[in-house]
């Protein structure tokens, strides 16, 4: 019985799928925070090549991979499609579960999915340099990675605190060639007005972020990247789930139900898009997108504009928010630690047309770890969710006595997370409560915009 | 142009291939080191089961893989065939490249191939549990995996530094259910002797060694499981050469070069042994062993009888060494830091019908950072050695001007390493000297076997 189904390179996807076009709805307008007005693409121009800036608005349905695009891609893609059939022993389920494993990329994630694409236009646009922001890590090696593929020079800016919790992501940007800046630094107007108040000052996402872009709006040769929540990001991840369909097929299956972690968007967005243009066609997936408890944005967030980082400088979007001033504490799953939400992701949740659900980390790694003895893979703490959801639903079938195809995108590996499995095993993971006092004070701070 | 070449798992290996048949000449007996006289199979069974036993001394050419094991190794395995285009384009050199690569096991390595046979027939033979070491915890990580996947307990002395050295690999092992005792310990006679004399005892490979045979030798529900070195382990291995064999047909290529890294050579033995079958055939391969140049068994030690340990409890065999009380620097790839060799690879290079190469490890880290920077995957640092002998492969296929086709085995991912490769990328890299004068001394105490 088969165990994984392999796609050929020829079977890279040639086309990334828009949902732009078939969105229920128009798309809200992208807000300047200075003006509060919709931003233009002239706006956007000091920190994105036009080729990105135009993939954030596009109207094709389907927008072509370009070949050095594709080629890179090869180094990992089609990625294997599995079915977890020693899961589904273990649990005693008559559910079908499949799993997308995006772990096999050099970096260990879904990440360059993106990444690639985004330093290849760059470069195109006669780009020298791109500067981001990464907190775990897996952001910013994924960029690293895919300069190095483009001959680019890479900075990322690195939440300090992570750069001491997660040294070995540090490493990997290093030897990838990527300059690695403890955030807050000394080199931006944005860190230096932070260590300013506060010298030993641990970071935050939302700092590396303002950092980021300052830097690349500040230097003709030097653009800016995002890993995640963009149009455009979401629409590069979308070879994850045109990949597991064709796969799916190959087995003679469909699924019931896909899901993925939900942190920015992009690794959800990517997985069950092409499963939600089936939808015309009188396919009735459901679609499933799980996040922390702790930060439960689609889950107990208010659907509205908000600024898209803590320092008010990034554009101000419609989406699930908690406030751009809420602090997530400081789970496991780094990757899932954000205030916001993909717009499309949350325009297709507010439309109904999806489905949310959070977990505390405890369950999540109880999920992980019976993954891992039974599949042999350790899932990415952020990967873990997805992993816990698939379990209850293959447990419902059970109950149910139904037959039931699970489809789920195990995002990236663990094995650079070992610290957090060891929090787990030694019992002192703490699960956070959503701290719903805090997320209405976040709320009352919501930008004023009336167009 | 093609970049992955990939096998449906119905293409995994359905039998082992056996070099003893074809070895030229006959095996020197393995030697009891407390009577002298040659090993007997009861010697060997308060230690391992009987299907191991015999596979250590089959005259079979052929070894069937059961089902079950093939069954598991589906979760990896046929592992990709990658033709290094990207390599290739960066040296400037007209030979092909071709790396297979062993990272894709759960594990990280190629370890898992003989774990889970190894733990498969102790778990047919009734075994409850199984005892191993482990120095910077490739194997003890996959025999963790293993024994998870079929339900047995599993002990690991982990060298004491490694603890703290490697403490991710650590926790993996306990992830996937094992127990994982600091060695030096309080468990064994030999612990407690070795802690008797030094409390604050770092531990070593031959002290960890000892304590795991004790541990399995004291208990009848307990075996012994050894990651390298014996013939089972090298059969187990050759899963490897034979895909690697297939796929480079599919692409209308065969090898003039084979190239693996060499410790205690199961890695080496598991590459070549399919591809030296072939000379009966009238091919003209080279296969080529790479190990540190501070620890060069092949290249520097003698072909004699020694014992596998320090501690001279393990059986005595002839093999290259440098003697059991050799004692390697601190190199970064521990995986080769052993004084001995299998005896099968040893046999081969007495015989010369195989090449060994070495090199100091600041010139393996610069291939594998040029490897990471083109390729995208992080070499671990025992398969460095083998990216820096096939890149010096390609440079003289350019200075010759001639074509030539190199294949080698990328045995696992070095993303676990980084702390190795920090120490590089600071140019805090040690290059030790062989040292020749401690190697000679070591010699002098080689047992005196007359047989």
Known sequence: MQTKILLDESRIPTHWYNIIPDMPGSLAPVINPRTLQPVTPDDLLPIFPMAIIEQEVSGERWIPIPDEVREIYRLWRPSP??????????????????????????????KPNSAIPQAFYNKQAGIRRLATETGAGQWGSSLALACSMFGLECTVYMVKVSCTQKPYRKSMMQLWGANVIPSPSEFTNAGRSILAHDPDSNGSLGIAISEAVEDAASRADTNYALGSVLNHVCLHQTVIGQEAKEQLALAGDYPDVVIACCGG???????????????????????????PASCPTLTKGVYAFDYG??????????????????????????????HGESPLVSQLHHAGLIEAKSYRQTACFEAAHLFARSEGIVPAPESSHAVRAAIDEAVIAKEEGKEKTILFCLSGHGQLDMGAYDAYLSGGLEDFEYPEEMIRESLARLPKVDL
């Open 309 to 338: 980082d803590t320092a008010k400088m990034a554009p101000i979007a419609m989406m699930y928010t908690l406030g751009h001033d809420f602090m997530p504490p400081g789970i496991h799953a780094g990757g899932l630690r954000y």
């Open 265 to 291: 968007g992009s690794n959800f967005a990517g997985t069950a898009f092409p499963f939600l243009a089936d939808r015309a066609a009188g396919k009735n997936v459901r679609c499933l997108a799980v996040e």
């Open 81 to 110: 499609l599995y079915r977890a059939r020693r899961l589904e022993q273990a649990l005693g389920t008559p559910a079908k579960i499949y799993y997308k494993y995006e772990g096999v990329s050099p970096a260990g994630s879904h």
